[in-house]
Each structure stands twice: as C-alpha cells, then as structure tokens.
C-alpha cells in the first residue's frame, strides 16, 4: 500500500484542480511507476523515452508540456538535463 499512497494522493489533490488533464495523470502515474521499479528514489533521474513509453505518450511536445506543467503546478520538481546523454532528475513531493 505504500506505493499507492502517493497516487492516492495526487487524485485526492487533483479532483478539484481543472488544469489536470489525462495526460497528467497518465504521466504522473507513469513516474511513479517508474519510481517503483528503482527502490523508491526520490529523486528519480529518468530519460524522456522511459516515460513516455509508460504513460503511452507519442508526442515529445506533449511529454515536455505535461512534465513541466506537473512542476509549475507543484506535484512534482522537473530539473531538465538538457543533454542527450544525462538525464533528468524529477523530485516528489511528499508529506
């Protein structure tokens, strides 16, 4: 149950906010999918591809939008690499 908790969480906090659409909650559930799988870590250091590829997200444009949007909104904190090779860091937050 501990994992679920965050995803809890976030429906509870996003019932009431009409910014979310299905591509932020497709993404967010995508991170912490991805979370799970790497013990946890917070934060998670992720390649785009990754996650689109969980969230079922074709279009980079998209990705990029929802992540940022999900860190301006203050669910997540996106820091971008900006390079190929390294890559992102995306904090939780908790509590």
């Keep these: 149950m501990k994992v679920l908790q965050p995803l809890c969480n976030f429906f ?16 967010y559930a995508a991170l912490l ?9 917070n934060p998670v250091r992720t390649f785009s591809h990754e996650i689109m590829a969980l969230a079922k997200i074709t ?12 860190s301006e909104y203050g669910y997540i904190n996106y820091t971008p690499s900006y390079k190929k090779t390294k890559a992102s860091r995306i904090y939780f937050l908790e509590g």
Aim: net charge positive; with cysteine.
């Design 59 to 70: 279009s980079n444009f998209t990705y990029y939008k929802c992540i940022r949007e999900l």
């Design 33 to 41: 999918d991805y979370r799970a799988r790497h013990s946890m870590q």
């Design 12 to 27: 509870k906090a996003v019932q009431s906010d009409g910014r979310i659409s299905v591509n932020h909650i497709g993404g």
